[in-house]
């Protein structure tokens, strides 16, 4: 079955360092591709999305490319600040699998940034 | 817009005991809704996924018996935990799907914690 791999955390990094989540997935069929953030005590955000390869998803200086290739869809930004530290969650939805549209999650990466 | 909330924040009960978790969209209408659960430190594991006025289509190894969903407006779905014990102690966590709205975008609550004792 489809399935979702990230890379394990906690991830801690200084301000203004470079993020990178790696995040590669398996699909039978032609997945969208999602990058999700929990902020403390929140429910999930949609951060940002692409829905077929070479896609580039963005939003707030993240970004993310979908790589049919290397099956992959690694989350970057250039640089991180206090207000990024968060529970990052890759997510695949395959379209393939009957219309239903469900979301796939991999485990998540805690991102700790320090002042 | 697009928001999604959950009653209650947090329950604690005794083991046996029925807990009932509400979730609501609150500006839009919902047609599907989406129930799951989260452990510490792992993913969230879709429970079940529920249409208005009809049966909810459960995942495999979900006890549909344990976990009743039901989805009676185009705003709310409920999950009750029947019989509780402590090994149901979990966050769980709703989302929905806005009716004539992107077949892959769900907007998610920000989820119940249930601990069983």
């Known amino acids: 079955g489809d399935s979702v791999t990230q890379m394990e955390g906690p991830v801690t990094l200084s301000e203004e360092a470079f993020l990178t989540i790696n995040c590669t997935y398996t699909?039978?069929?032609?997945?969208?591709l999602f990058w999700y953030v929990q902020y403390p005590g929140e429910g999930l955000q949609l951060l940002l999305k692409?829905?077929?390869?070479?896609d580039k998803g963005s939003n707030k200086g993240f970004e993310a490319t979908y790589r049919k290739e290397t099956t992959s869809f690694h989350l970057e930004k250039g640089s991180v600040q206090v207000s990024d530290s968060a529970v990052y969650f890759c997510?695949?939805?395959?379209?393939?699998?009957?219309?239903?549209?469900?979301?796939?999650f991999g485990k998540g990466t805690k991102l700790t940034v320090n002042p | 817009g697009a928001v999604v909330s959950q009653h209650p924040s947090r329950v604690i009960c005794k083991s046996g005991t029925s807990v009932k978790i509400e979730c609501r969209s609150l500006d839009f209408q919902a047609t599907t809704m989406f129930w799951y659960r989260q452990f510490p430190k792992q993913s969230l594991m879709l429970m079940a996924t529920s249409n208005e006025g009809s049966k909810a289509t459960y995942e495999q190894g979900v006890e549909k018996d344990k976990f009743l969903i039901n989805h009676a407006s185009l705003t709310l779905s409920t999950l009750t935990v029947t019989s509780a014990h402590p090994e149901d102690s979990s966050f769980y966590i709703c989302?929905?799907?806005?009716?004539?709205?992107?077949?892959?975008?769900?907007?998610f609550g920000p989820g119940t914690r249930l601990t069983v004792l």
């Open positions: 989302s929905a799907r806005e009716a004539g709205g992107q077949r892959n975008e769900q907007f």
């Open positions: 997510a695949l939805s395959d379209r393939a699998q009957g219309g239903s549209e469900k979301l796939v």
């Open positions: 692409a829905t077929k390869a070479d």
């Open positions: 699909a039978t069929g032609y997945p969208s």
